[in-house]
């Protein structure tokens, strides 16, 4: 395989793996440390998977030695894509994809997430959706004045609203990241493929005056003795 062609193969590979590990592995597991099934997570899970994909498309261009630029412009215009999503969803976006996943989770889950984060509900208290809040009052209550009135504890929404937005703000910027890291690269791998690839004039000087090894000696048309001009 050319030099340049290594060099491709090894920068996809490379982008393909640090990808999937940060943006999957950190945002999986900076979130789910509390809720390991809420949807919502899962969602942001995908897009390390997707540009995880997309870097194999990389590998495929640099395996087969053709479409270079065009392999890399759309992964440059998909990467920077998911970023700009993820950055650009808003509190009322985040609640309402979370509201989403929030109906689609089974009540054990619902109430694993009110225990972990001592709430009731996802944006009422008088939410019935996540079951009975009686155990997670209790836990709510001991935790505040005893001289204070307590009713019950504050909606779920309000403490997962946090961790929502970092895992979106943390998708989208490694996301960035990656995407202009890729026009650097190439254009990196570009100068280093110049630079490893003879000039022309080089060449010129190289190759002006040598001999064709094929080509047959030439033969005088003249007589060799006993000639007059």
Excluded at 148 to 157: D, I
Aim: with cysteine.
């Amino acid at each position: 395989m050319p030099t340049v062609d290594v060099l491709y193969f090894n920068y996809y590979f490379f982008l393909q793996v640090v990808a999937f590990i940060l943006i999957g592995v950190a945002v999986y597991g900076r979130a789910s440390a509390l809720v390991t099934n809420l949807p919502i997570i899962g969602g942001i899970l995908a897009c390390g998977v997707i540009l995880f994909l997309i870097s194999i498309l990389g590998l495929i261009g640099a395996v087969k030695h053709h479409q270079y630029m065009l392999i890399l412009f759309l992964l440059f215009l998909i990467q920077f894509s998911i970023a700009c999503a993820c950055l650009a969803v808003n509190t009322k976006q985040q609640e309402q994809l979370a509201e989403q996943g929030w109906r689609r989770v089974g009540p054990d889950l619902r109430a694993k997430v009110q225990t972990t984060f001592n709430c009731c509900g996802f944006n009422s208290t008088t939410d019935d959706s996540g079951g009975s809040c009686d155990e997670v009052n209790k836990i709510c209550c001991q935790s505040i004045d005893p001289q204070m009135p307590c009713t019950s504890c504050p909606p779920c929404m309000h403490k997962l609203q946090s961790t929502i937005d970092y895992a979106f703000k943390l998708c989208g910027s490694i996301g960035l990241f990656f995407s202009f890291t890729t026009r650097k690269i190439h254009e990196l791998i570009l100068v280093l493929s110049s630079s490893l690839t003879p000039s022309p004039s080089f060449l010129a000087r190289r190759y002006r005056n040598q001999l064709d090894p094929q080509e047959k000696a030439a033969r005088a048309i003249f007589p060799q003795h006993n000639y007059l001009y």
